[in-house]
């Protein structure tokens, strides 16, 4: 869901693309950093991580994991290529100077500029996504089906879009019409504000989000079970969460991918676990994900974000003011883009935005990598259940590559790789040999698939 909605938010999705690049510096979460050497348990026999990491590994079967591994590699050529469309529509909105049509029609129907930008913001995107419909179309339909990862047929999932478009519509209003203002009322120092104004939308929309968007495309219910809501509310009540209550939702009316999520801001925030989880899932295995989720909500990763991704919107906002001065004294005229103020400049915003936004693809995949691993780590504390943790990991492989190179993994997972999270799960195994679980070092975790 979270990529439809983007895509509609185009604004949004560029923001995000770009997320967080303060930790530059931060080291990949790699199993090489840190040492997995055999522990000796009072006499026990050493326990081998690197054995136990590989008898996970190979329970996944090779002809599922080649097709994982084909999925996501495809996936790094679709950013590229994801990119290159979007910049080549931006590119035709001025060059024929659609943008400028759009601008003028605008004008016609009233004399408010308000007014005007909503109503080129209306035409710009229902463009943009008609233009981008073809890629869209590929990559969330066509090629979800060709792996099997998307269980709607084509008239739910255009559904989707639709709404998704509607939210598009309305949250890029809400953003682009006060940035406009902004700029005609402060002129130089626009961007300084516009960077502060963004950061609010952000805060906003996060507050938003589970309460008036994500019920727009699935059905959030308190969860009912309660052999596997009690533990759920014992393991927050220890780890100082004041929860009284579990979402979950019907992920499977889009896929059958396990996952939950922390989401919203301040009083909405809130944990939600998907009904595949629930369904294709043991109570240990629940138990460590919820765990991980916790983390993210104790660890503070949402305003921890939200931080990171200020200073990278002030850094993004400074090279868009520059970048839009640089580029209308060469080719404004001939666009028919006036100057800034001008909203027919929206076009080149984006360019410039999605440019640095695809550049900084991995630094932003970095911070968010090194927040996965570190919720990874708090649920492995809090729920101790380092096999179900490693079953949940080979899950996650369906759809994301489990034993990428060192490079490959720093460059493209917004995630850790999945033997980078099995072999954390086995040394904290290896420390905390009583946790072992016979039940699930067995369990056939891909016999349905
Ligand atoms: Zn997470």
């Not at 629940?286 to 993210?296: A, C, D, Q, R, S």
Request: charged share 15%; with cysteine; net charge neutral.
């Amino acid at each position: 869901m979270l990529r439809s909605l983007c895509f509609a938010v185009l604004a949004m999705a560029l923001f995000l693309a770009v997320a967080s690049t303060a930790q530059t510096s931060a080291p990949a979460a790699t199993p090489a950093a840190i040492p997995t050497t055999p522990v000796a348990n009072h006499g026990a026999p050493a326990f081998d991580v690197n054995a136990a990491v590989n008898a996970y590994l190979a329970k996944m079967p090779p002809a599922e994991k080649a097709r994982s591994d084909a999925y996501f590699e495809g996936g790094y050529w679709l950013l590229l290529w994801d990119f290159l469309v979007s910049a080549v529509v931006m590119w035709l909105l001025l060059r024929f100077r659609w943008s400028m049509r759009m601008r003028d029609l605008a004008a016609r129907i009233t004399r408010f500029s308000a007014l005007q930008t909503a109503i080129y913001w209306i035409q710009f995107i229902v463009t943009v996504s008609v233009l981008t419909f073809p890629m869209t179309v590929y990559e969330g339909y066509f090629r979800e089906h060709k792996y099997g990862l998307l269980n709607q047929t084509f008239g739910p999932w255009f559904r989707d879009q639709l709404v998704g478009l509607g939210v598009g519509v309305i949250l890029g209003g809400i953003l682009i019409i006060p940035l406009f203002w902004l700029v005609r009322k402060l002129g130089r120092s626009w961007w300084v504000w516009g960077a502060a104004v963004t950061i609010l939308f952000f805060a906003f929309v996060s507050l938003i989000a589970p309460v008036y968007i994500a019920p727009l495309f699935n059905t959030y219910k308190s969860l009912a079970i309660a052999h596997i809501k009690d533990p759920i509310l014992s393991m927050a009540r220890a780890n100082g969460i004041p929860a009284t209550d579990v979402w979950e939702f019907d992920a499977s009316r889009q896929s059958n991918r396990v996952s939950a999520n922390v989401s919203g801001f301040g009083s909405t925030q809130r944990i939600s676990l998907n009904d595949n989880l629930l369904n294709r899932c043991t109570l240990p295995e629940i138990e460590t994900t919820m765990g991980h989720e916790m983390g993210h909500y104790v660890l503070n990763h949402s305003y921890k974000g939200l931080v990171m991704i200020g200073v990278v919107i002030v850094i993004a906002f400074a090279v868009l003011d520059w970048g839009i001065g640089f580029s209308l004294a060469r080719w404004g005229e001939g666009w028919g883009v006036r100057d800034i103020k001008d909203v027919a400049v929206l076009p080149l915003a984006f360019l410039i935005f999605s440019a640095y936004g695809f550049l900084t693809t991995p630094v932003s995949n970095t911070i968010t990598r090194s927040m996965e691993f570190e919720a990874d780590m708090y649920g492995l504390n809090a729920a101790r259940q380092p096999d179900g943790e490693a079953n949940v990991d080979l899950m996650l492989g369906e759809y994301r590559k489990m034993e990428p190179g060192p490079v490959e993994e720093f460059l493209f997972f917004d995630h850790p790789s999945g033997r980078t999270r099995i072999t954390a799960a086995m040394r904290w195994k290896a420390e905390n040999p009583e946790t072992a679980s016979p039940e699930e070092m067995s369990r056939e975790v891909f016999k349905t698939q």
